[in-house]
């Protein structure tokens, strides 16, 4: 058996702490490697990969892949995804409000990335509207 805390005992099936932090490093060095990889070809950073992994979400999060097909497939992905919880919110006292845990309300950003409707979330929106418009000022 390897010792714990390395990524071969982690690799071994074990899910302690130090065998789960080997693991996060080694992946983090991972990605870091594959990130250096990636070449500049027109003014964009564009994964070393084969040309069928282009025009995906995935090489786009996993490979930082910036070409013009990665990037829209990403794009995509995000507003299907911003979609689909936008049909999550449920209808409460005639405000659409998104299904998050409460700590996440009365945040502009749950306004904007949830369409959450409830009070707090519309009063924080337009409170940073107003601080916007007063920072371009
Ligand atoms: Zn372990
Ligand atoms: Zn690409
Ligand atoms: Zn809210």
């Not at 497939?73 to 689909?84: D, S």
């Not at 409707?117 to 519309?122: E, F, L, S, W």
Request: glycine residues 8%; aromatic residues 6%; hydrophobic residues 25%.
């Amino acid at each position: 058996m390897r010792p714990h805390g390395t990524e071969g005992r982690y690799n071994e099936g074990c899910t302690c702490p130090g065998c789960r932090a080997a693991h996060a490093k080694k992946h983090r060095e991972y990605t870091r490697r594959k990130m250096a990889q990636r070449v500049l070809i027109d003014g964009r950073l564009v994964a070393p990969v084969p040309a069928e992994m282009h025009g995906k979400h995935s090489t786009y999060r996993q490979y930082g892949c910036k070409c013009a097909p990665c990037v829209e497939a990403n794009r995509v992905t995000i507003a299907a995804q911003r979609t689909a919880r936008l049909t999550e919110r449920i209808l409460i006292d005639g405000r659409l409000v998104a299904p998050v845990p409460p700590e996440m309300h009365d945040r502009y950003t749950t306004y904007q990335n949830y369409g959450c409707r409830c009070i707090p979330c519309t009063t924080a929106n337009s409170r940073k509207r107003r601080g916007d418009r007063k920072a371009s000022r």
